[in-house]
């Protein structure tokens, strides 16, 4: 079973930067990640994510802030935020699109920005 473990989380004032981990007990190197976030009273929704070619997608809200990227040889994927708003605030998984290990989900890192 994968192990993914994220990290990076933490308080921080808007307009504010963070980076988040996410370290794979498997290869990733084939696998389409993303970054995905569940805000208190929300869906979870994917934020940030590779295509099949290797390039990017990110949702409307976060384009221009967040980048996401990844180390194969580490098993990593990260997530730059910068100038992050109070509406970022969620607790934020890494996972891959298509949920090819089901409903595993780790234990996400929460990112809580003050206003």
């Known amino acids: 079973q994968v192990q993914l473990v994220e990290s990076g989380g933490g308080l921080v004032q808007a307009g504010g930067s963070l980076r988040l981990s996410c370290a794979a007990s498997?290869?990733?190197?084939?696998?389409?990640m993303g970054w995905f976030r569940e805000a208190p009273g929300k869906q979870r929704e994917l934020v940030a994510s590779?295509?099949?070619?290797?390039?990017?997608n990110y949702t409307d809200s976060v384009k221009g802030r967040f980048t996401i990227s990844r180390d194969n040889a580490k098993n990593t994927v990260y997530l730059q935020m910068n100038s992050l708003k109070p509406e970022d605030t969620a607790v934020y998984y890494c996972?891959?699109?298509?949920?090819?290990?089901?409903?595993?989900w780790g234990q996400g890192t929460q990112v809580t920005v003050s206003s």
């Open positions: 498997t290869s990733i190197r084939n696998i389409r």
């Open positions: 590779f295509t099949s070619t290797g390039n990017t």
């Open positions: 996972n891959s699109v298509f949920y090819i290990w089901g409903n595993y």
